[in-house]
């Protein structure tokens, strides 16, 4: 699948470009977080194309260490289109000028280590790496506190997350006002710093937090230097110190100039379970309170991205809205491995097959319904493919490489969104039927 989805070739000034399109037709350009994770799989099979999907991303850079959210390498961002893309002009350009979770270095080791073929790897992009990190302490941590900031709810990836609601208001992601909100950052041409000195609506995430410090912890290893460690420690400790909230339990990102947090439970409050230094009681309580309970995100399948016990939580699908509730892939890959570093084994099992079990019944698809295991949105899509780093070593001989690319059709995506909407109505109809008929017999 991920062979059908390659897409390869060279920009008319002759720059190569060799990367995983997350899922075609709905998603053909290359995505910063996605092509991690691509290159995270892809290592198992063909190391080849994991290196060349992360050298292509840095390629996608520009020199003073930005790399972009998406780059459209073979196809641009046409003017009909720029509005809802975050790029410099509304005429488009060849990349969006915001960011997105930047895992590149974690990624980058993960690959290097699965690479005994071509050990120049490891180092040949550490300036690059080294830019690219230093990039965002310089341009998204202003106030020094360690923990960088988001200034678009996209930035994440977790783009409607409820957790960004009281932040952006009118400018959320899946609302008119997003438009607003790329305007308004194109007219400060994307100078983050003067973006966040002057507005409000800037965020220090949790998760893109913890990505970071792995990452700073991958940086350090790549590069020897322990200036990078450091770095990560300051990263870990301010989740710990700023984010956590004792009584209730979860890390809480924290809005604005104020810090204020953002008390919403939504799986990336659970994420420092990543991190090394997560002090074991702070563990067995996320742990505990939070992904095991039933009430909240131990549901029957995989781990849904926002508590069922959230009044905003909706399992199904929702046009413009896929990080309110649906399960993703991404999400199981960072947490079951915590959870069976911290002992919780059978949990971690069970939670691993609940997926094996969801992509059997419906391929790889970009997210799932946590209560039904109904498939739902794109299909073939890249990530999900993370559920075979989950589980026992594969032998790279057994994948066919069919290599000849994917193309979907438009067609299929609209009858398969049509078909999603309307079970989902039916669902929603059939709930609030039975719920005015439990009132009136109540009355
Ligand atoms: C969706 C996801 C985002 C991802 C993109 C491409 O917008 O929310 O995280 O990067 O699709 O797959």
Known sequence: MLAGNWRAGALADGTPYGFTCPSPPRYRHQWYWDSCFHAIVWRHFQPARAREELRTLIRGGRLDGFIPHTIFWHDSAGWRRAPFYATHSVRGNRATAHMQTPLLALAWELVAEASPEAPGFRTEALDALRLHYDWLERHRDPDGDGLISIIHPDESGLDDSPKYDGVFGWMSHYQPGYVWLVERSRRLRYDSRAIIARYE?????????????????ALARLTGES??????????????????DEKRGLFWDLAGREHAPQRISTWSALAPLALPSLPEPIAGRLIEEHLLDRRRYAAPYAIPSVSMEEPSFRAGWHLFRCWRGPAWINTVWLLAPALRRFGYEAAADRVVA????????????????????????????GWSTLLIDLLP???????????????????????????????????????????????LRGR
């Open 201 to 217: 609506e800037h965020v220090e995430d949790v998760m893109v937090n913890v990505f970071y410090a792995l990452s700073l912890h």
């Open 227 to 244: 200036g990078y460690e450091r770095r990560a420690a300051s990263t870990e400790r301010a989740l710990l110190e700023h984010c956590w």
């Open 354 to 381: 609940s997926c094996v079990e969801l992509v059997e019944h419906h391929g790889f698809r970009e997210y799932y319904n946590p209560l039904t295991g109904d498939g739902l949105a794109a299909r073939r899509f």
């Open 393 to 439: 070593p594969v032998d790279p001989g057994a994948a066919q490489d069919t290599s000849s690319p994917f193309e979907g059709s438009i067609r299929d995506e609209l009858w398969s969104m049509g078909a999603e909407a309307a079970t989902e109505t039916r669902r929603l109809a059939s709930a609030t039927v039975a719920d005015v008929m439990a009132r």
